[in-house]
Structures are given as structure tokens and as C-alpha cells.
């Protein structure tokens, strides 16, 4: 039987209703809370909590996206946005929950339906970060902040993870973010940053980002690190996330109708800054992942996953990473992760975590990484 404030908390959690921000959490509390979440992990909760990954979408060419069913709104009180500017753009026009908290169903399928991601893209990246940064238990994963229900006793199980979080899906070397150890807000928009990918764009581009920029402002992000930031650390997930964010500005943001692979800085400047699609926006003709991933790469061949020890300028190489072509070890590694995150579920949690773990294998289930069950199977 379900404690009735628990459920409470749970309808309420499924309306989706405003949330607000609980600034004082540290990023590296999750062990201690997701202990204390330990607690409720035996309840017996419906089964519709884990909704399944929508399939592909029915129609998957170029239209409309900002259309008048999903206007451009300011954020109310409470509303979260994060580091991701298509996740970001998707919630302000309410393709998203407009408070930035969802399950993983619903951001798949607004990557999908907003940006014609590939379903496969989608489902691997938002798997890969609820399994890290989300909260199994409710199955909800803000854009942003990690927070919980202001008013509910206990906390700690209504808690929401969040992609704000620092070292687990969000990472350094970002194009128009700050890093983490810099302080300050790191998820949101900076200027500075920003600049220099329009420097970037006017140098390599002729006043476009395309794949040439993309190139060389990748290598140059983590040159940049490397040189500035004493923690610079850039391995497993955020290697290969890093090199596919710098490819999607050029496959999801650029108009459907001329889809020629040039970014304006005008278009760039609205959905990275404003999280806004431009007026009249199409999405992409086709559902697309990081395409062009490997041409990134291998503008600058010589990149090596690693970090920085002892301070700047000191960069050393981490043979246990993956890399690019190393991508099996990126799967079996990020099961680590998750191991060590949860080293011992039970019941409600082992189940879910359990489905997401078996989703997220499913969208590179053409890899030939062998599947991992760490936690069995259901
Ligand atoms: C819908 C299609 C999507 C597009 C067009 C998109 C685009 C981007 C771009 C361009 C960046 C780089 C930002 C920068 O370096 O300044 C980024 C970062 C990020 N995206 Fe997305 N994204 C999409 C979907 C997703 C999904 C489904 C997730 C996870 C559920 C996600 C999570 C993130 C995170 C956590 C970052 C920050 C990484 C970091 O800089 O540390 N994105 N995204
Ligand atoms: C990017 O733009 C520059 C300048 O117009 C051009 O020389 C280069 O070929 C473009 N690269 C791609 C991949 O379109």
C-alpha cells in the first residue's frame, strides 16, 4: 500500500506541475539521497510510471515546428532550463513540460517530434542521462537543476535529478557554456563563450557554423580547457558527447527547407541564447544524429581522452576511457557508472533501473557491444 503522502506527491508528479528550484544542494550529495531513497524503494508503484520509448514518428520529413500549437513563452516562477539548448528551446515551446521536469518517453519523443532526431540518437543520449543524472523512482529528469517538491515530508524521494549536474552527463569544453570548476552558472548561456563561437564561425565559415568550424572550435574548447581550467577533464561520455553536441547545431538547427549544413549566427544566437526557434522554423527533412561526428574528430586526430592533474597545462592521457572508435568500452563503462551509483537496488528501484539500462542498450543494440545485466534481469 502506497503512504498516501507518497501518493499525493505522485499524482502531483505526473500532472507535472511547477517545481521549484532547491539551490542549496551540493552536486556530489547523490549517494547520501539516493540511500535515503532506499526507503521507499520497496513500495509497490504502477507499473505506467516507466513509460516504454516511443517509436519512430509517423511522419518524419520536414514541417512546421514553431507553429501556433507550441508558441515561445517566458519561463514563470519555478520553470527550470539547463545547459541544453534544444532541450531548452523544446520547453519553452511547449514541446516539453513547460517546467523543464519530464520522463524519458516525453523527451524522446519531443527530440523527435521537434527536431527530427533520430529516434535511435534520442533514445541514447536521454537513457544515458537518466540513468546517471535522473531519478529512477518517479522516472522524471529535470533539463536542467536538480530539485524536489517543496512541502512534502520526507523529501529526498521526490527529489529530481538533474542535467545541470556536473560530471555526470554535463561536462566541460561546452560551446556556449562555462565549465564547472569556473564557478558561477555553468549550464546557462554565456556571452564570451558565445563570441567565440561567432569568432569561430566568421573565421572558418564565412559567418556560418558549419562542420569547418565545428572542426576547429572543438579542438580549440579543449585546448582552451586544457590551458585554463585546473579540473579540465574530458573522458568516456563527455568525449563523445562533446564531439555529437558540436555536430547538432548543424544538423537540427538549421532550416529543413534549405538545409545546406550553414548555421546563421542569427539562428544560432536564438536557440543557444533564448532557447527560440527562429520565426517560421522547419525542422530537418529526415530524422539525424550526429552526423558528421567523425569529421570533428578528425580535423584534429590527435585529441586523447584524459584530464588534467595537479593544475593546468597538465593533461594526462586515461588509457581506461573510451574513445571514438572504443565503443564498447563507452557502454561498459557507463554500466559502471550506474553500478557505482546504485550498487545495490532493490525491488522498485532495481526494476527500473533495470528497463532504462535495457532501452539505452537498445538504441546501440547494431554496435556489437555485448549487453551487460549487472542487476539481473526482469
Ligand atoms: C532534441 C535534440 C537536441 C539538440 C538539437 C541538442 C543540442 C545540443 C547542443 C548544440 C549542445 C551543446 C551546447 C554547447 O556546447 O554550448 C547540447 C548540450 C547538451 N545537451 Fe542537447 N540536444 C538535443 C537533445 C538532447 C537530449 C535528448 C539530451 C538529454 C536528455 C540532451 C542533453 C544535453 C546536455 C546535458 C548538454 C550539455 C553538455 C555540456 O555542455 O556539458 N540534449 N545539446
Ligand atoms: C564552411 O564554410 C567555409 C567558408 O564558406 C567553406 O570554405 C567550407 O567548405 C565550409 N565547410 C563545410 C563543411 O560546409
Not at 167 to 177: C, K, Y
Amino acid at each position: 500500500m502506497l503512504s498516501s503522502a507518497f501518493a499525493a506527491f505522485l499524482s502531483i508528479a505526473l500532472a507535472a506541475s511547477p517545481i521549484s528550484a532547491f539551490p542549496g544542494l551540493a552536486s556530489r550529495d547523490s549517494l547520501t539521497e539516493r540511500q535515503l531513497g532506499d526507503v521507499l524503494e520497496n513500495l509497490p508503484i504502477p507499473k505506467l510510471i516507466v513509460d516504454p520509448p516511443p517509436g519512430p514518428l509517423v511522419f518524419e520529413g520536414t514541417k512546421l515546428v514553431n507553429d501556433a500549437a507550441h508558441p515561445w513563452r517566458e519561463l514563470r516562477p519555478g520553470d527550470i532550463r539547463g545547459p541544453c539548448p534544444g532541450l531548452n528551446t523544446l520547453a519553452n515551446h511547449g514541446y516539453l513540460p513547460r517546467n523543464g521536469i519530464a520522463t524519458p518517453g516525453q523527451i524522446i519523443y519531443a527530440a523527435q517530434e521537434g527536431f527530427n532526431m533520430w529516434g535511435k540518437t534520442a533514445r541514447f543520449i536521454t537513457y544515458s542521462a537518466m540513468l546517471v543524472s535522473g531519478n529512477p523512482i518517479t522516472n522524471l529528469l529535470s533539463i536542467g537543476g536538480k530539485t524536489w517538491r517543496t512541502g512534502l515530508d520526507p523529501p529526498p524521494p521526490a527529489r529530481v535529478g538533474g542535467l545541470s549536474d556536473h560530471g555526470l552527463f554535463e561536462g566541460d569544453a561546452s560551446m556556449t557554456r562555462t565549465d564547472h570548476s569556473f564557478g558561477g552558472d555553468h549550464a546557462g548561456f554565456n556571452q564570451a563563450q558565445f563570441d567565440q563561437f561567432v569568432d569561430f564561425s566568421n573565421e572558418y565559415g564565412n559567418g556560418f557554423y558549419n562542420l569547418t568550424v565545428a572542426g576547429e572550435l572543438r579542438y580549440h574548447l579543449i585546448q582552451q580547457g586544457i590551458a585554463t581550467n585546473p579540473s579540465f577533464e574530458f573522458v568516456n561520455g563527455r568525449f563523445f558527447s562533446a564531439y555529437g553536441e558540436s555536430t547538432f547545431p548543424i544538423n537540427h538547427f538549421v532550416d529543413g527547407r534549405n538545409y545546406n549544413g550553414q548555421l546563421s549566427m542569427a539562428a544560432a544566437e536564438t536557440f543557444f541564447k533564448d532557447g527560440k526557434y527562429p520565426d517560421d522554423f522547419w525542422r530537418a527533412p529526415a530524422p539525424i544524429g550526429a552526423f558528421g561526428i567523425e569529421r570533428v574528430f578528425m580535423a584534429h586526430p590527435t585529441v586523447i581522452p584524459g584530464r588534467n592533474v595537479g593544475g593546468v597545462n597538465n593533461y594526462v592521457f586515461d588509457p581506461t576511457s573510451a574513445d571514438l572508435i572504443k565503443f564498447c568500452t563507452l557502454y561498459s563503462n557507463f554500466v559502471d557508472q550506474v553500478l557505482g551509483l546504485y550498487p545495490n537496488p532493490h525491488g522498485l528501484l532495481r526494476r527500473n533501473l533495470i528497463l532504462n539500462l535495457g532501452w539505452f542498450y537498445n538504441s546501440i543494440d547494431d554496435s556489437g557491444c555485448t549487453e551487460r545485466f549487472p542487476y539481473g534481469q526482469l
